[in-house]
C-alpha cells in the first residue's frame, strides 16, 4: 500500500510574521483560500486512487494561527473521513509559537496525528535577521508539547539563509536531531519576487548559496538525520511554472533530491581509501550512482579510483555496497 498526502494550501492569511523569504502565494500556488467544501471535495476526489493510504494535509500557512473559527471549519470537514477510516489522519504546519495546550487539545479533538513546525533556524540571530518573530527555545518548547501529547513530530529547516552559513546551518541540523523528531524537510533557501530577500539580493547585502554549495551542504545533512534515524520527506520547494517565473536565485533545481542522493553515493566511495572497488547498488540508483553525464564516474577516476559497478536489487535505492578489487576484469 502506497502511502500520500492529500494537501489542501491554506494561504498566508494567519500568520503575523512577513519573514524575509516569504512569498505564500507563490509557494503555493494558490490565491484563495480553501472552504470546507473544497476540503471535502479534494479528499473525495484523491480517495477514487486505489492502493493509497492517505493522511490529509494543511499546509502553505501558520494552520494554528488562522481565525479559530476558520481553522475548526477546515478540520470538521476533513475530520468525518478521518473517523471513518478513508484517511489515517490529519497532518498541519504551523509556527512554533502558535502551539500551546488548548490548540494541540483541539487538534487531537479533530483527528490531527501530526504536526510540522516551520524552525527554519536554531540560531536565534540568523532567525532575527529573516523577521522570524521567534525564538530557538520557541521551537524546542513547542516540539516538547507536541512529542508529550502523543502527536507525530515534523520539523523543517531552511540552509543558506541570509546571515547563516554552512557551520550554522550544520548547528541547526544537530540542535534539530536532539528534539527527536519524526520527519524532516530541508528547503534550502530560494529568492522569490517581492521579498525582503530579494531586496537584499537586489543591493547585494546578501549573496545565496550557489546550486553547488547547496547539493553539498545538503548531502551532509541528509546523511546526518538519517544516521540518526530520523526520515527526511521533502528536500526543497515543489517545482512548478509560477516558482520559476518568481524565482530570482537560489539553490533550487528540479532534480534536486535525486543530485543529492548522488553526492552521497559519491562521498561515500571517496571516504574509502583510493584504489579499485566493486560498487553494488539497486539497478534503479544506477543514474544516481554516475552522477549527471557521469560528473561521479569522472570525480572517481580524478581522485584516483577505478570502480566496477553490479546490481543487488536487495539493496536500496540509496544503498551501496563495496568490496575490495574490481570482479570483471
Known amino acids: ?97 502558535f502551539i500551546d495546550d488548548e490548540v494541540l487539545g483541539v487538534l487531537k479533538a479533530y483527528g490531527v496525528t501530526a504536526i510540522e513546525l516551520g524552525a527554519q533556524s536554531m540560531d536565534d540571530g540568523v532567525l532575527k535577521k529573516n523577521l522570524r518573530g521567534h525564538t530557538a527555545a520557541d521551537v524546542k518548547n513547542a516540539s516538547s508539547m507536541i512529542k508529550e501529547r502523543g502527536f507525530e513530530l515534523g520539523l523543517q529547516m531552511m540552509t543558506g539563509l541570509y546571515g547563516s552559513s554552512r557551520e550554522l546551518d550544520i548547528y541547526t541540523a544537530r540542535e534539530l536531531i536532539a528534539l527527536r523528531p519524526d520527519t524532516v524537510r530541508i528547503y534550502p533557501t530560494v529568492i522569490l519576487k517581492n521579498t525582503y530577500l530579494a531586496r537584499l539580493y537586489e543591493s547585494k547585502d546578501y549573496i545565496p548559496d550557489s546550486l553547488e554549495e547547496t547539493v553539498s551542504l545538503c548531502a551532509m545533512l541528509v546523511e546526518e538525520f538519517e544516521k540518526n534515524g530520523i526520515k527526511v520527506i521533502r528536500l526543497g520547494l515543489h517545482s512548478s511554472e509560477e516558482l520559476k517565473e518568481n524565482m530570482l536565485a537560489g539553490g533550487f533545481h528540479d532534480s534536486l533530491g535525486e543530485m543529492v542522493q548522488s553526492r552521497i553515493m559519491l562521498n561515500k566511495i571517496l571516504s574509502r581509501q583510493k584504489g579499485d572497488y566493486t560498487v553494488y547498488i539497486n539497478e534503479k540508483s544506477l543514474s544516481k550512482l554516475k552522477g549527471n553525464k557521469k560528473s561521479n564516474i569522472t570525480a572517481l577516476e580524478n581522485a584516483g579510483y577505478k570502480i566496477d559497478i553490479l546490481f543487488d536489487n536487495s539493496l536500496k535505492s540509496n544503498e551501496l555496497r563495496l568490496e575490495n578489487g574490481i570482479k570483471n576484469s
Open 1 to 97: 500500500m502506497k502511502k500520500g498526502n492529500i494537501s489542501i494550501f491554506v494561504p498566508h492569511i494567519g500568520c503575523p510574521h512577513k519573514c524575509s523569504f516569504c512569498n505564500q502565494n507563490t509557494i503555493t500556488g494558490q490565491q484563495g483560500a480553501p472552504t470546507p467544501k473544497d476540503v471535502e471535495r479534494t479528499i473525495k476526489t484523491a480517495l477514487q486512487k486505489p492502493d493509497y493510504e492517505f493522511e490529509a494535509a494543511f499546509f502553505g500557512g501558520s494552520f494554528t494561527a488562522i481565525d479559530r473559527d476558520y481553522m475548526l471549519s477546515l478540520l470538521k470537514a476533513a475530520y468525518p473521513f478521518v473517523k471513518s477510516g478513508q484517511v489515517k489522519g490529519i497532518r498541519c504546519s504551523t509556527r512554533p509559537d
